[in-house]
């Protein structure tokens, strides 16, 4: 089942990956790179592994499915706060002059 979730998941880290490169409204740097790309790659990535991994070497590979959560969770967290500090600033109004 990990095996699955982490196939899964790099198929939708590279589906992100795609569409961050083709909008055009926004540069992202490399935070966003980062949180919203490249670390969940890793973490899906590392899942598959883990899965793998699991049948000759069991505590190891859980140890990997408990990194892929902590970097997801992470990423999680961030790119949540990064979107709702985005909607609170890009609402704030304007004081009339």
Same mark, same amino acid.
């Given at each position: 089942?990990?095996e699955l979730i982490g196939v899964? =998941?790099?198929?939708? @880290?590279? #589906?992100?990956? /795609? /569409?961050? /490169?083709?909008?055009? *409204?926004?540069? $992202?740097?490399?935070?966003?790179? +980062? !949180?919203? *790309?490249?670390? $969940?790659? #890793?973490?899906?990535?590392l899942l598959v592994f883990s899965?793998?991994? %699991?049948?000759?070497? #069991?505590? =190891? %590979? +859980?140890?990997?499915? =408990? %990194? *892929?959560? +902590? +970097?997801? !969770?992470?990423? =999680?967290?961030? &790119? *949540?706060?990064? %979107?709702? @500090?985005?909607?609170?600033? @890009? &609402?704030?109004? /304007? $004081? #009339?002059?």
């Amino acid at each position: 089942m990990w095996e699955l979730i982490g196939v899964c =998941g790099t198929t939708y @880290a590279g #589906t992100v990956v /795609r /569409r961050m /490169r083709s909008q055009s *409204a926004y540069k $992202p740097g490399f935070e966003d790179w +980062l !949180l919203h *790309a490249d670390l $969940p790659f #890793t973490a899906y990535v590392l899942l598959v592994f883990s899965a793998f991994r %699991a049948i000759s070497h #069991t505590r =190891g %590979a +859980l140890f990997g499915v =408990g %990194a *892929a959560g +902590l +970097l997801l !969770l992470f990423s =999680g967290i961030h &790119n *949540a706060w990064d %979107a709702v @500090a985005y909607h609170v600033m @890009a &609402n704030i109004r /304007r $004081p #009339t002059e």
